[in-house]
Nanobody, 122 residues
Framework: QVQLVESGGGLVQAGGSLRLSCAGSGRTFSRYAMGWFRQAPGKEREFVAAISVSGGTQHYTDSVKGRFTISRDNAKSTVSLQMNSLKPEDTAVYYC???????????????WGQGTQVTVSS
């Protein structure tokens, strides 16, 4: 079992940057693909980015390509999301998740963090 705790959210102006971190507990963290998802008020949860077990493969949703970068450090059991050139439409609660497959489908992930709020002002 993996417990996940996100941090790094906050309020930033459009064009600014934030770095989200997700700390995993347990010795099995390195066995899981990791994903970031977000949910804005009144909207469904959407996929943002995912990274393979080794970190060698990353996937992004089109709206964040070139602006967001996902990375992981298995030695520290952490996964990060560097977010640059933020836009008001990036405002959402961001969640990290762990799963056995590298996928953009949220239902395929087994473990979720509690989320961290990101607010981008215009």
């Amino acid at each position: 079992q993996v417990q996940l705790v996100e941090s790094g959210g906050g309020l930033v102006q459009a064009g600014g940057s934030l770095r989200l971190s997700c700390a995993g507990s347990g010795r099995t963290f390195s066995r899981y693909a990791m994903g970031w998802f977000r949910q804005a008020p009144g909207k469904e949860r959407e996929f943002v980015a995912a990274i393979s077990v080794s970190g060698g493969t990353q996937h992004y949703t089109d709206s964040v390509k070139g602006r967001f970068t996902i990375s992981r450090d298995n030695a520290k059991s952490t996964v990060s999301l560097q977010m640059n050139s933020l836009k008001p439409e990036d405002t959402a609660v961001y969640y990290c998740a762990a799963g056995t497959r590298l996928t953009g489908t949220g239902d395929r992930y087994d473990y979720w963090g509690q989320g961290t709020q990101v607010t981008v002002s215009s």
